[in-house]
C-alpha cells in the first residue's frame, strides 16, 4: 500500500509541476484530460469489467453501502456545520462547500486505481458500483439541492434544480452507458473478438495514470485560514465516513474483497469534482480547493491505516 501511495504520489507531483511550469495550459490539459477519460477511456474500462466480471448481489449491496455512507455524513455535517457556521462566521457559500465535501469522495480518480493495486483488477468493479450506482445518483439529486440551498448567488445559480433535470443528466453518463453495454454483452452471452477487447482494455488501462495526473493538475496552494473550518469536514470524510461504510458492509452482508473496498473507498479524499460544483453553483471555490489538496495529502497517512486495519476480514 505504501508503495503503491508513493507511485501515486510522483505521479500527482508530476501534474503540480507541470501546472506550476506551465500555468497557463494547465486549466485546458486537465480539461481535456477529464473530457477524454469521461468519455472515451473510463466507459472502454466499464465496458471490459462488466463483460468480464461476474454480476452478483454485490452489485446491489455496494451501492447500498455506499449510499448510507454518503447519507450519514451528509447528515454529520448538516448537524456541525449550521450551529457552526454562525459561530466561525461561515457565509452560505462556505458552509454548503464543506458540506458536500464531507460526504462525496474521489472514488473514481483516486479510488479505482487504488482498489486496483490493492486487490487486483478483478476488484476494479466495486469503485464502479460505488460510484456510478451510488455516489454520482446522490451528488447530482441530493448534491445539487444542498448546492442550491447554500449558494452564494442563488440568482446566478439557478433557483432549482429539478429532479428530472438530475435524472437526466445520470442517465447520459457514457461511464454507465459502458457498464449497461458490457453487461448486456455478457448476459446475453456475445462473443466479443479478441481485437476488440484487446482494444478496450489498452483503452481502459490509460485510466489510472491519466486520472492521478489530474488529481496533481487540480491541486493548487492552499489558504491556511481554511484550517480551521475544514478540520470537521475531514475529520467526518477521512474517519467517519469509512466507519459508517464498514458498519454498513458488515450489517448488508458485505464481505471478503467487496467489504475492504467499501472501506477504503469511503476512506477517499474529497472528490475534485467538488471544484467544478462550487463554481457552477457560486460556493466557495477557495475552500473546496483547499479540501482536495488538505484531505488528498491527509489520506496517504489515513488509507494504509484503513487498509491495515481491514486486512483480517
Not at 147 to 155: E, G, I, L, Q
Amino acid at each position: 500500500m505504501t508503495f503503491t501511495l508513493l507511485s501515486f504520489g510522483l505521479i500527482i507531483l508530476a501534474g503540480i509541476v507541470f501546472r506550476r511550469l506551465n500555468a497557463a495550459q494547465a486549466a485546458a490539459v486537465r480539461h481535456s484530460i477529464n473530457l477524454c477519460v469521461f468519455n472515451v477511456f473510463l466507459p472502454a474500462l466499464c465496458l471490459t469489467i462488466f463483460y468480464t466480471a461476474i454480476i452478483d448481489s454485490e452489485a446491489l449491496l455496494v451501492p447500498l453501502t455506499a449510499a448510507l455512507s454518503i447519507s450519514i455524513s451528509l447528515a454529520a455535517a448538516y448537524l456541525v456545520y449550521l450551529p457552526l457556521s454562525k459561530r466561525m462566521g461561515l457565509d452560505s457559500g462556505e458552509t454548503g462547500i464543506l458540506i458536500i465535501a464531507s460526504a462525496f469522495g474521489n472514488v473514481t480518480y483516486l479510488g479505482l486505481p487504488i482498489i486496483i493495486e490493492l486487490y487486483g483488477v478483478g476488484a476494479a468493479k466495486y469503485p464502479i458500483y460505488y460510484d456510478l450506482l451510488a455516489t454520482t445518483p446522490i451528488l447530482w439529486i441530493a448534491g445539487a439541492q444542498i448546492a442550491v440551498r447554500f449558494a452564494s448567488s442563488p440568482a446566478d445559480a439557478g433557483a432549482s434544480v429539478s429532479i428530472s433535470s438530475s435524472l437526466r443528466t445520470i442517465a447520459l453518463l457514457p461511464p454507465l452507458w459502458g457498464c449497461l453495454a458490457g453487461a448486456v454483452l455478457q448476459a446475453a452471452h456475445v462473443p466479443m473478438p479478441e481485437f476488440i477487447l484487446k482494444a478496450l482494455t489498452m483503452l481502459g488501462g490509460l485510466v489510472t495514470p491519466l486520472m492521478i495526473f489530474s488529481v496533481g493538475l487540480a491541486i493548487t496552494v492552499p489558504n491556511v485560514k481554511h484550517a480551521a473550518v475544514a478540520a470537521p469536514a475531514a475529520l467526518i470524510k477521512l474517519a467517519v465516513s469509512p466507519l459508517v461504510a464498514f458498519a454498513a458492509a458488515r450489517l448488508l452482508g458485505v464481505q471478503a474483497t467487496a467489504l475492504k473496498s467499501c472501506v477504503i473507498e469511503g476512506a477517499m479524499p474529497t472528490m475534485v469534482l467538488s471544484l467544478l460544483i462550487a463554481d457552477k453553483f457560486k460556493l466557495n471555490t477557495p475552500l473546496a480547493a483547499f479540501m482536495i489538496v488538505a484531505t488528498t495529502a491527509l489520506s496517504f497517512v489515513v488509507l494504509p491505516i484503513a487498509a491495515h486495519m481491514i486486512s483480517g476480514f
